[in-house]
């Protein structure tokens, strides 16, 4: 039977102890990945008793039984979520606003050459004889041609950082899988000899956090605490860790825009669940920014013809007939990623005047033995064979045996600026 000075003595140190806990909680309200730990105290019971004796019911005092983290999987979730949903939209603002802030009104902007161009040709209308003035205007459309490749080559090159910064995401995220996955080893190895250290616990969920900052993920825990990642918002996505295992995450490039991707040994498989975090900014981003770049290249297109037009029905001064003012001779072809046969093609471009600034998609019909367009308005005279697409403006050579649903996108005003 305990005395009242050994009862009291163990509730002296079980609440110690208990304070030394809210010490550690305090000293560590800034670290990183830290969770609040709570002494949970309870009741030491009194012995059971002989044959003969009966047991006693004051008991032996207070212990501390655990130390818990406060934890909750639902909350930790909607962080999980908001966290992801606050860096694709920081991202997004970012490379947008370095868009925004280049091709803002000022003095070296498209406009501007666009006006000077227009004012130098009025002076050439004022005065046609007046060599001097034909020689501006020459050299205010040099001035126009070069802004319209700066303007490209820039927004190309904001392009091109959005992806590659999309690629080093990915390779973070596969770093911080590979950490995590050691995480969850030692979870299980601790999970058969006893209980988990809290510390693992947390390094389990800074990890976590660290990868849901770059994509949007949904997580299960086993009763050892091991984590599942699953992609998305939804646990029926793909699952990019699963106790020992994991996948990498990579990106892909797909007609315009870029995709993440799940990829194994044999195997690249894209995924649209990733709508959240900073992996989907980087994607959004690149797709915006490529349509603003396809609009400069359509207002290059467009503006391009349509001088080359007016100056062509125009007359020298010596009487004849003008020509072209402004080079165009751009024009690509993507056969598409999920083609089932290898194809390969040849462009021959005749004449870039007659081919429509708009992009179209062809999909082979076997039934048919064409190739079928998805806006037959766009070309004059157009026909299709398996192995030819002949328009006015271009012949397409295709070389290979294609299947039915291949697909082959051509883009009429890629790269005009």
Same mark, same amino acid.
């Given at each position: ?40 105290? !309870? ?36 962080? #999980? ?11 997004? #603002? ?5 868009? !925004? ?21 009025? !002076? ?43 690629? !080093? ?51 299960? #825990? ?63 981003? #690149? ?131």
């Amino acid at each position: 039977m305990a005395s009242l000075f050994d009862i009291g003595k163990s509730g002296i140190q079980a609440y110690r102890q208990a304070l030394t806990v809210t010490g550690q909680n305090i000293a560590n309200i800034n670290t990183d990945g830290y969770h609040r730990r709570e002494a949970s105290i !309870e009741e030491v019971s009194a012995s059971q008793g002989g044959l003969t004796a009966v047991a006693s019911q004051v008991g032996l005092g207070a212990r501390v039984s655990e130390i818990r983290r406060s934890f909750n999987e639902f909350m930790t979730n909607r962080v #999980y979520s908001t966290q992801a949903d606050f860096e694709k939209s920081k991202v997004f #603002y970012e490379n947008v606003r370095d868009l !925004e802030n280049f091709l803002l009104p000022s003095d070296s902007d498209l406009g501007n050459f666009m006006g000077n161009f227009f004012g130098s040709l009025m !002076e050439v209308a004022t005065a046609p004889g007046d060599i001097p003035g034909r020689l501006v205007a020459i050299e205010e459309g040099l001035n126009l041609a070069g802004a319209f490749r700066q303007t490209a080559t820039m927004v190309e090159g904001l392009k091109l950082d959005a992806k590659s910064q999309a690629q !080093e995401t990915a390779e973070t995220v596969n770093l911080l899988v590979e950490e995590l996955v050691k995480v969850n080893q030692r979870l299980l190895s601790s999970g058969q000899s006893g209980q988990v250290p809290n510390s693992v616990l947390d390094n389990r969920d800074k990890l976590i956090s660290e990868i849901s900052e770059r994509v949007e993920l949904t997580v299960t #825990y086993d009763q050892r605490g091991v984590a599942n990642i699953i992609l998305g918002g939804t646990v029926a996505g793909p699952k990019l860790v699963e106790g020992r295992n994991a996948q990498k995450l990579g990106i892909i490039e797909n007609q315009g825009a870029i995709q993440p991707a799940l990829i194994n040994a044999n195997s690249v498989t894209p995924t649209s669940q990733i709508t959240k975090g900073a992996l989907a900014g980087f994607t959004s981003s #690149y797709e915006f920014i490529g349509e603003i770049e396809k609009q400069i290249n359509t207002l290059a297109f467009l503006f391009s013809r349509e001088i080359n037009f007016i100056h062509e029905n125009g007359i020298t001064l010596d009487g004849k007939s003008g020509g072209k003012m402004f080079a165009l001779s751009d024009m690509e072809f993507e056969f598409g990623r999920t083609n089932r046969s290898d194809l390969s093609a040849e462009l021959n471009i005749t004449n870039i005047d007659l081919i429509s600034p708009s992009s179209v998609e062809f999909v082979y019909n076997e039934e048919r033995n064409s190739w079928i367009a998805s806006s037959e308005d766009s070309f004059q005279n157009l026909l299709t064979s398996n192995n030819r697409i002949v328009a006015d403006g271009f012949d397409l050579k295709i070389f290979g045996s294609p299947k039915n649903g291949d697909v082959i996108t051509l883009d009429n005003v890629s790269g005009a600026a």
